[in-house]
């Protein structure tokens, strides 16, 4: 199944895409799929690499309208790939946009697709007491999870907040990545869903091989079996290889 219809990705939806191992990647995926149907608003509550031009229509940078005449700005545009911040950081980031800049704008769009978490482009994460930051009218919270972590190093240079990542999988005698350590992530109160909204949807990214795959395949077994009711959906696969299956 393609990316929207396996996610169920509908109008008027807002996304919320957490945790670490393709979240940018899985955000313009989604929206280079809807650009031509919907008018679809790209952004983040945190900060984002500025795109390549290719991946959307529109860029705007609401600290420009100091006006906040947001209707003016808004209102006229045509279906597309909107992406939208508060101002650009060191020529490179995109910062992000308070709730109530959501709340003014979000009704503008027929898709919204927010990046509520960062990583430093690393491959597993811990959260501060603050973190992801999630908008509250979030209708659908995806949680990706790197598959290819296991068997990482545990250390500053593999996992963003090493110290929180140790508090959440409780272990501090294994100095390697295993299954158990990621299903911990996913299931603790201070892991991957902490703050979600909505729909829950577990995402597990990088299944490009058989070993993979089965990996995938024994997490959602295992949570199942933990009978952990407030992930409503899981879906794993590539987004490398455009490939998305339900669990």
Do not use: C
Request: charged share 25%; glycine share 6%.
């Amino acid at each position: 199944m393609n990316l929207i219809d396996t996610f169920k990705i509908n109008n008027k939806d807002i996304i919320t895409i957490i945790g670490a191992g393709g979240k940018t990647s899985l955000m313009f995926s989604a929206s280079s799929l809807l650009r031509n149907d919907y008018k679809v608003l790209v952004t983040t509550t945190t900060h984002i690499y500025i795109p390549d031009n290719n991946l959307y229509d529109k860029i705007i940078m609401l600290t420009h309208f100091e006006n906040e005449n947001y209707n003016n700005i808004l209102q006229n545009n045509k279906n597309g790939v909107y992406v939208i911040g508060s101002h650009i950081v060191n020529n490179s980031k995109i910062k992000g946009l308070t709730f109530d800049m959501l709340d003014k704008i979000t009704p503008y769009f027929d898709v919204v697709i927010i990046e509520g978490d960062g990583s430093k482009e690393k491959s597993l994460k811990g959260w501060n007491d603050n973190e992801p930051v999630i908008y509250p009218k979030t209708t659908k919270t995806i949680g990706i999870v790197d598959i290819s972590s296991i068997g990482i190093d545990i250390n500053e240079e593999n996992i963003h907040r090493v110290d929180k990542f140790l508090e959440i999988i409780n272990d501090y005698s294994n100095n390697k990545v295993n299954i158990e350590h990621l299903e911990k992530l996913i299931l603790n109160e201070k892991g991957l869903f902490k703050f979600s909204k909505g729909e829950k949807i577990l995402f597990i990214n990088k299944i490009e091989d058989i070993n993979k795959r089965k990996n995938a395949l024994n997490i959602i077994k295992d949570i199942k079996n933990e009978n952990q009711s407030y992930i409503d959906k899981f879906v794993y696969g590539s987004i490398f290889n455009n490939e998305f299956i339900k669990g």
